[in-house]
């Protein structure tokens, strides 16, 4: 019961010889990455403003992006997004997801700050979530001076992201110094021991593969010594109450798609407010790709109405 869009798209991408992510080198890999953009995602739209930014870390300066939507008042203070873009802790950047925050801004009325954090092989774990919480904190120490409300702060992210955000929160709440209002968490990896079983009904043929996160991982974690810690896995992390409200959403033929329902059944088992829904039809990456693929456009309109509600 594939989409007959996400159909379409594979074997294109067959008949186009598309050489598979894991083949190739890291910085190919963000080469193709970036440039496969143009051909899936819709065009960026405007918005009210677009800011560089820096943020203090702890191996130097974090880039930043910030967004502000259209119709917005200039010294207006808005709840705020801290995104954190997927790719596999390897590949992805501001501009793989430029056009993702501006639409999430513009639909949610909610700033949007996406964070450029450091990427493997060149820098390993936990150097991506390291620089995901510096560069949370800085936000909301900076609000002020930013226009952005933090007592309606959100972490967000889309695969990688999205572990990257659901550490950030488990982290804020164990740490009492960065309230977390929210957390918006696509396809979210949760488990880096990688033995959900939709990792092997749907670990070929259908995009992400089962060779391509191992390539992820290595780069990354280099063994599986750090699978069981929470900050690779928040799956496993010792408690999940008191965690912010959070909204979770997957896709039916992606190997991250039960990882994503397990994390949403730990949330509400434990106490926390979790939502899930899932796009039955979908591959992994699919809300990057509304040139192609209608629903991913419908994921992002919910993506930014959960933001609404949770923040506004």
Known sequence: MLHPQARDLLRLIEEKGVPPMHTLSPADARSYYLERRFFTQPEPPHVAAMREL?????????????????????????????????????????????????????????????????????HRFPAAVDDAIAATQWISDNAASLKVDANRLAVGGDS???????????????SGRLPIAFQLLIYPATDQRRNAPSHTSNGQGYLLTKETITYFHDHYFGDDSHDEDWRASPLLAQSHADLPRAFILTAGYDPLRDEGLQYAQKLSEAGSRATLVNFERAVHGFILMGRVMDEANVAVHLCASQLVHALH
């Open 54 to 122: 820096e943020a203090a870390g702890p191996a130097g300066p974090i880039r930043l992006r910030s967004y502000r939507p259209l119709g917005t008042p200039e010294d207006a203070v808005l709840p705020v997004l801290v995104y954190f873009h997927g790719g596999g802790w390897v590949i992805g950047d501001l501009e793989t997801h430029d056009t993702l925050c501006r639409e999430l801004c513009n639909l949610s009325g909610t700033a949007v700050i996406a964070v450029d954090y450091r990427l493997a092989p060149e």
């Open 160 to 174: 990688a992201g999205g572990n990257l955000a659901a550490v950030v929160a488990l982290h804020a709440r164990d």
